[in-house]
């Protein structure tokens, strides 16, 4: 099972879960990816340890976490 996360100064707000084998979870899934890409949060896949960035506004459905950020003040 996939998980669609966006980062955010308290922690990461889960926003929706998919199954590969599941057609209404992955047409979910895209869509929230859609939405969030289209307000130009960045994309990166990870398995836990290690991430990588993600290129284009299809959700990689095999990845175990896609985590959306957007620049955060800071300095």
Do not use: C, F
């Not at 099972?1 to 084998?21: A, C, I, N, Q």
């Not at 969030?36 to 990166?44: K, L, P």
């Amino acid at each position: 099972m996939g998980k669609l996360l966006r980062r955010t100064v308290d922690g990461d707000e889960l926003l929706v879960e998919w199954t590969p084998s599941d057609q209404a979870s992955v047409e979910a899934a895209q869509a929230e990816y859609r939405h969030w890409r289209g307000q130009d949060y960045e994309a990166v896949q990870s398995d836990g340890v290690y991430y990588e960035p993600i290129v284009g506004d299809r959700l990689p459905l095999n990845a175990e976490e896609v985590i959306l950020t957007t620049a955060m003040g800071g300095g």
